[in-house]
């Protein structure tokens, strides 16, 4: 049932908030500003040599997230890999590491294959999944869910940010146990991520804004999409919803990585999203997006506030969220990502909630 909305995916996309606040209700004592995973683990995070993540599409872009939240709360080193190359890599594995996949589906057959193969060689391996009874959560020693309930749109969007709310609870409680995170640190934390469904709620109301928006890009041949640090996930994830939706060419990319190749690409016909939220690496994002500028090519900027003011270049568009705690950025973030893609696929006209050529459970190789 898509209740009032035109698509499931929209309808997906409002139930965030909600979903949000109830994944994180799962794995965080919010009266007491603690992490409280629902399960025991079986191993001590201060002795873990190492943590490896696998998983594919939008799943692999959580895991993509979480190696910037583990390495940053946790100190801890953090492989992460697309699924489909995992499993043939024959990657040497440091027994008693703990291995991360991904899934809202949890029938992936690379993900499934990439468990196989961690668990055969000695790894812990702990499954964020969406569904409970499916088979990589049946063989998986440990199950962390996302309680975003069932997803129908082929393009995944409330999975996703239950993906980061679960992959964001488990950095914090892997940097407490790995001593590099206090008593405070952690109630700062928590608060935070308690904080994620009002912003999100707040990102919702650029919809109509958004749509507008979406209406230039609808004509465009090639879109570019730009972040640094945990916004580079999130331009992937711009870049890969596009093409998915819209079947418009797109491409996310490190916005340090620009002047490395993609920026022979930009002129006056060549949008290009930049998700830079007002942080530690603004800055370095800035001088990238006046690169851009410099070339003619138009930018829409995704920021808030302050990152607004101190933008200091002309973009055709801006779209601006509320200032908000930095860990929380991409889970608010995927939001106005979603509705790019989303808006743009219906003024083109295309198949929304089942787009050509895809399927909602890639079961096959
Ligand atoms: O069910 P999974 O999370 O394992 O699926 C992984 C990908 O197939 C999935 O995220 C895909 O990339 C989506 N269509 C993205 O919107």
Redesign the pocket.
């Known amino acids: 049932d898509k209740g009032n909305h035109r698509h499931f995916m929209l309808k997906e996309i409002y139930e965030q908030p909600e979903v949000v606040a109830r994944t994180t209700a799962h794995y965080l004592d919010m009266a007491n500003g603690k992490v409280r995973l629902p399960a025991d683990l079986p191993f001590d995070w201060a002795k873990l040599p190492r943590i490896s993540i696998a998983?594919?599409?939008?799943?692999?872009l959580a895991g993509l997230t979480a190696k910037y939240w583990f390495e940053r709360f946790a100190r801890i080193q953090v492989d992460i890999d697309i699924a489909s190359e995992f499993r043939y890599r024959e990657t040497p594995m440091v027994p008693g590491g703990l291995m991360i996949v991904?899934?809202?589906?949890?029938?992936?057959a690379d993900?499934l294959a990439s468990l196989r193969y961690a668990k055969e060689n000695g790894q812990h391996v702990l499954a964020v999944v969406?569904v409970p009874t499916s088979t990589?959560a049946r063989e998986s020693h440990i199950v962390m869910p996302t309680l975003g309930g069932p997803e129908i749109g082929?393009?995944?969007?409330k999975?996703?940010t239950c993906q980061l709310a679960v992959l964001a609870s488990l950095a914090i409680a892997a940097g407490k146990g790995r001593g590099f995170i206090d008593e405070a640190d952690e109630d700062r934390l928590v608060r935070a991520m308690m904080e994620a469904p009002r912003y999100i709620n707040e990102a919702l109301k650029l919809e109509g804004h958004i749509a507008q928006i979406a209406k230039s890009l609808s004509k465009a041949p090639n879109v570019l999409y730009l972040g640094r640090g945990t916004s580079y996930p999130i331009a992937l994830e711009g870049a890969?919803?596009l093409k998915?939706l819209s079947y418009i060419h797109a491409e996310g990319y490190a916005a340090g990585e620009l002047k490395h190749g993609p920026i022979a690409l930009v002129d006056e016909a060549m949008p290009v999203v930049v998700i830079a939220p007002y942080d530690r690496i603004y800055e370095k994002t800035v001088s990238n997006m006046q690169e851009v500028a410099a070339r003619g090519g138009q930018i829409i900027l995704v920021t808030d506030e302050k990152g607004a003011e101190h933008a200091g270049i002309d973009s055709i568009a801006t779209i601006v969220l509320p200032d908000l705690p930095s860990t929380i950025t991409p889970l608010v973030y995927a939001v106005p990502v979603q509705l790019i893609a989303y808006h743009t696929a219906v003024e083109m006209g295309t198949d929304v909630d089942q787009p050509r050529n895809?399927a909602?459970?890639?079961t096959v190789e």
């Open positions: 998983a594919c599409g939008t799943a692999y991904v899934s809202q589906s949890g029938e992936t993900t969406n990589i082929v393009a995944s969007t999975a996703f890969l919803k998915e895809l909602k459970s890639v």
